[in-house]
């Protein structure tokens, strides 16, 4: 039994021997070592994003044939001269086969697979290997089969550059933040709602629907046209802040994210000077572009009492997520701007796909709304959020959370 060193933060569990039969046994153990060892060096430090974890375990098998042990040894490719019977992948009969399981979590799974399989059964082809997907989508873990170290590794190789550049790349949403809820304040969720309902020109405060009030249709032709409708404001059950985008797309890195979190109490709270921080929110701006081609509209926040104390407890909590490699770069280099955002035309729900609107006039809701006071508010604790997801509140599910300083200010 020997470990292998990580590529890419590919952490191996374990690793053991394999039968002779199957491949030269000093040979294949130093070519595996070598490969990992070279894409450690790659790697430039804990830092790097966990891409895939990997288990290697051997998987023993019987046949009633026995085969020459050079021919034995697994094929990453077809050889020139094949017959069409070996073309086909017609399995090569050994003592032994190699496995490995990587977990990339279920919301890689697809982007392996590719487009009807086409990406999963290239990879097969090329690298004489098979790959087995599981049976339930909560699982994060595949198996790589394959008759050599060798061809399981590259296979191996191929999943993990798949999965950098699919992380990378907008193709894979953020799954979780960091956020400082707002929602838990129900005078300010009533005011989000006042906001929404006057633009929307629905009269209930509560949106009870036997109150619901009669909307002049001309009115909603007007919003139609602006860009303005329902599905791009943001639900007032779920108002906050952000401190931090992140892709967790496997159970691993939930954890890791979970511990990271809780990890940083002391510190957040020294940043704090262990004392209740409060915020003022108050008027609307337009995140980059112009009012009259608006794509989020937001409100400015402001601590009370401007010592900064809110902004350095959000360096510790990005500080320590970069540290623990769950922040892709992009992200890491960005400056913090806290803001509260009331309407994103992101989350436009589109009835007619062939009508692209990307953008909302803003310009007769800021006159209305651009000096508003939404009051002071105590931020009383950091979520680990995971979105897409809600608890019973209507809130995002709360993965891990810290408090911050409890008390009303003087």
């Known amino acids: 039994m020997f470990h292998i060193v990580s590529f890419w933060n590919l952490r191996i569990d374990r690793v053991v021997g394999f039968t002779s039969r199957c491949l030269k046994s000093k040979q294949e153990r130093f070519r595996i070592m070598s490969f990992f060892r070279r894409n450690s060096a790659m790697d430039g430090g804990s830092k790097k994003e966990n891409m895939v974890n990997l288990v290697w375990r051997p998987i023993s098998t019987h046949s009633s044939s026995v085969v020459d042990s050079e021919a034995a040894e697994g094929q990453c490719s077809k050889p020139s001269g094949v017959s069409e019977e070996v073309s086909e992948r017609a399995p090569v009969v050994s003592s032994a086969k190699h496995s490995v399981s990587l977990e990339v979590g279920a919301s890689l799974m697809k982007f392996i697979k590719g487009k009807e399989g086409t990406t999963q059964m290239k990879i097969e082809e090329e690298m004489g290997v098979k790959i087995i997907f599981p049976s339930s989508r909560n699982e994060d873990h595949i198996i790589i089969e394959g008759g050599s170290v060798d061809c399981v590794s590259k296979a191996s190789e191929r999943i993990a550059t798949i999965v950098d550049e699919v992380v990378k790349s907008p ?6 933040f960091v956020s400082l809820p707002l929602a838990i304040h129900p005078e300010l969720v009533a005011k989000l709602v006042n906001f929404q309902n006057s633009i929307l020109g629905n009269n209930s405060l509560a949106g009870d629907k036997q109150d619901v009030q009669p909307v002049d249709e001309t009115r909603l032709y007007t919003l139609a046209e602006l860009g303005i409708e329902k599905s791009i404001f943001i639900k007032p059950s779920t108002f906050h802040l952000t401190v931090l985008m992140l892709k967790l797309w496997n159970k691993d890195r939930v954890n890791a994210a979970r511990d990271v979190l809780k990890s940083i109490s002391p510190s957040m709270m020294d940043a704090l000077d262990n004392r209740p921080l409060f915020i003022r929110l108050k008027g609307l701006d337009c995140m980059r572009g112009s009012l009259a081609k608006a794509r989020v509209l937001y409100i400015p926040v402001e601590e009370i009492g401007d010592e900064g104390r809110l902004l350095r407890a959000c360096k510790v909590i990005t500080d320590a997520f970069v540290k623990a490699g769950l922040v892709l770069e992009k992200d890491a280099n960005q400056s913090l701007k806290l ?23 803003a310009r007769e809701i800021h006159k209305q709304f651009g000096i508003e006071d939404w009051g002071e508010y105590l931020i009383q604790e950091v979520h680990l959020s995971q979105r897409f997801v809600f608890d019973q509140s209507g809130y995002y599910r709360c993965c891990a959370s810290i408090p911050f300083p409890g008390g009303h200010r003087d």
Request: no cysteine; charged share 45%; proline share 0%.
């Open 339 to 361: 803001h509260a955002t009331v309407m994103n035309a992101r989350h436009r729900k589109r009835k007619d796909k062939r009508k692209k609107m990307d953008t909302f006039d």
């Open 171 to 176: 193709s894979l949403d953020y799954s979780h």
